[in-house]
């Protein structure tokens, strides 16, 4: 949420439904409690969890998202649409956005046509003149339809907590938290560090386990897995699990080709 120090008036709350790195979702209905007492804009970054909607059992956990203002989303993040295709939703009936970015010029979208000239969408938008991204997701829509979004969704959330119990078994696998979402940051212990989390020098070579291992496995060509450091947390690895595509077999492999490559360290 919004920072409020020093008594600053906030005139946008932004909650974000699905975290970049965590996957956390903000309790959109007490944050709407917030912002309908004091006139606030609450805007909602669902960029990466807003297809979560799709979903009946996973839907909840944004709930409220249905008295934001305006809400953001990425059908090409975990509905895997071609980048790019993003959605912005406004729960708006002033044709704010033609008030903001309307260049009336004399040259363009002439206000005295046969139609509704609030088709005309080229003036609501900064740049003008866009690609039509919204096609890739049209047609995604009319092939899968709503059930076959659902399914991916789902699929997804099982295949996290596949990964997640199968981590928790293994022996060198610590992750930092429960998934919320489909995302799951972890480290990888190699037998050198296990049992030495007091030493001294333990969080300086954890951190150089996850760039090791990802190095490796750059060169050999076999895996693509990304790796950050968080406040004190050192050098973790994070995956998200979205692809349809992906098996139980996939995620075996996944477990078994980081013990591969970081086992020696
Ligand atoms: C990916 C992401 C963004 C950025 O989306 P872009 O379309 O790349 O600008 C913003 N917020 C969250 C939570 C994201 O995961």
Partial sequence: MSDTTKGAVPFLVSCTS?????????????IADV???HKLWMHVDAAWGGSVLFSKCHRHLMKGVERA??????????????????????????NLLKKCHCANASYLFQQDKFYDVNLDIGDKSVQCSRKVDCLKMWLMWKAVGSSGFEERVDKAFANVR??????????????LKEPEFVNLCFWYLPPS???????????????TVAPIIKERMMKQGSMMVGYQPLG??????????????????????????????????
């Fill in 69 to 94: 203002n305006s809400v953001a989303w990425n059908p090409h993040k975990m509905l895997t649409a071609g980048l790019q295709c993003s959605v912005l939703l406004l729960q708006d009936t002033t």
């Fill in 18 to 30: 699905g975290t970049t790195v965590q996957g956390a979702f903000d309790p959109l209905d007490r």
């Fill in 232 to 265: 004190n947390k050192v050098n973790f690895f994070r995956v998200t699990v979205f692809s349809p595509l992906v098996s139980k077999k996939d995620m075996d492999f996944f477990l078994d080709e980081i013990e591969r490559l970081g086992k020696d360290l």
């Fill in 35 to 37: 912002c309908e007492k």
């Fill in 193 to 207: 560090l296990r049992g030495k989390e007091l030493a001294d020098d333990y969080d300086d070579r954890l951190a």
């Fill in 162 to 175: 596949y990964l997640t119990e199968k981590m928790k078994k293994t022996e060198g696998f610590k992750i």
